[in-house]
T-cell receptor, first 114, second 112 residues
């Protein structure tokens, strides 16, 4: 199956700093990538839909100025958590969508904001 | 708004048992339904995808069924093994934009 990678796999940062998470589709081109957030014991919640070459579409309640998404190429999307606070601590997962409309998920990035 | 429910939240069974995991969704106008496996602290692994026109899909010891009209899907695991211990997530795509709506998952523990 198609492979999606994320970097870093985990990050610890101080409150107020910004963190960038990369999502790469390694063996397919993903015109659309999705960013999810998962809190402990909870389901994955879609944060935004990222389309290559255009602005991301954010779900209701997700601050676009806080969670900056860039999808500069068909294989790379980045999520930047700006001015991170402890409540932003979560597990962030991306997925890339193939031409066949199947989504493949990355391994996730665990963010801990102190 | 589509809602996906998975009950119970956790399940513990002895090794070798056949088991069924349930998933229900409120809006029957789905494009497809997917079952995923998530190991602790890890990403998602797709297990089975059922198109809206299909009734079931099989892969090895796994069989997933779909009843769109009643808004239900089941994941059948035959001859369970300790290695099957994980959280199983059900997700549906309702709109043309391929947005997945996830259930909270069922955490399965298979006892040796």
């Amino acid at each position: 199956g198609a492979v999606v990678s994320q970097h870093p796999s985990w990050v610890i940062c101080k409150s107020g700093t910004s963190v960038k998470i990369e999502c790469r589709s390694l063996d397919f081109q993903a015109t659309t990538m999705f960013w999810y957030r998962q809190f402990p014991k909870q389901s994955l919640m879609l944060m935004a839909t990222s389309n290559e070459g255009s602005k991301a579409t954010y779900e209701q309640g997700v601050e676009k100025d806080k969670f900056l998404i860039n999808h500069a190429s068909l294989t790379l999307s980045t999520l930047t958590v700006t001015s991170a606070h402890p409540e932003d601590s979560s597990f962030y997962i991306c997925s890339g969508r193939t031409i066949q409309e199947t989504q493949y998920f990355g391994p996730g990035t665990r963010l801990l904001v102190l | 708004k589509q809602e996906v429910t998975q009950i119970p939240a956790a399940l513990s069974v002895p090794e070798g048992e056949n088991l069924v995991l349930n998933c229900s969704f409120t809006d029957s106008a789905i494009y497809n339904l997917q079952w995923f496996r998530q190991d602790p602290g890890k990403g998602l692994t797709s297990l089975l995808l059922i198109q809206s026109s299909q009734r079931e899909q099989t892969s090895g010891r796994l069989n997933a069924s779909l009843d769109k009209s009643s808004g239900r899907s089941t994941l059948y695991i035959a001859a369970s093994q300790p290695g099957d211990s994980a959280t199983y997530l059900c997700a549906v795509i309702t709109g043309a934009n391929s947005k997945l709506t996830f259930g909270k998952g069922i955490t399965l523990s298979v006892r040796p």
